[in-house]
């Protein structure tokens, strides 16, 4: 069993930052492609950032230049960084793992 366990997030302020970090369970990180989503109230879950076993990492327009993803494959985990934060950028966070696992969500919350 698959399980994907999100942390970090929170009521941050405008401007500020944040790390969430993304604990996997019953899959190796180091074989899957790892990723972040998000979505905000009404909308769709978008993709936030993908980190490609290659090495390879991929941003949404929206975050590129204000988000970092990395993975410690040795800790089977998964991080998001962010600064700059916006009030847009609010909303539940998923981590996904191999394009078909998810994590039950982690709220971001930024004050304007």
């Known amino acids: 069993q698959v399980l994907l366990v999100e942390s970090g997030g929170g009521l941050v302020q405008h401007g500020g930052s944040l790390r969430l970090s993304c604990v996997a369970s019953g899959i190796f990180t180091s074989d899957a492609t790892m990723a972040w989503y998000r979505q905000a109230p009404g909308k769709k879950r978008e993709l936030v950032a993908s980190?490609?076993?290659?090495?390879?990492?991929k941003y949404a327009d929206s975050v590129r230049g204000r988000a970092t993803i990395s993975r410690d494959d040795a800790k089977n985990t998964v991080y998001l960084e962010m600064n700059s934060l916006k009030p847009e950028d609010t909303g539940i966070y998923y981590c996904?793992?191999?394009?078909?696992?998810w994590g039950q969500g982690t709220q971001v919350t930024v004050s304007s």
């Open positions: 980190s490609f076993t290659i090495g390879v990492t």
């Open positions: 996904n793992a191999a394009h078909q696992f």
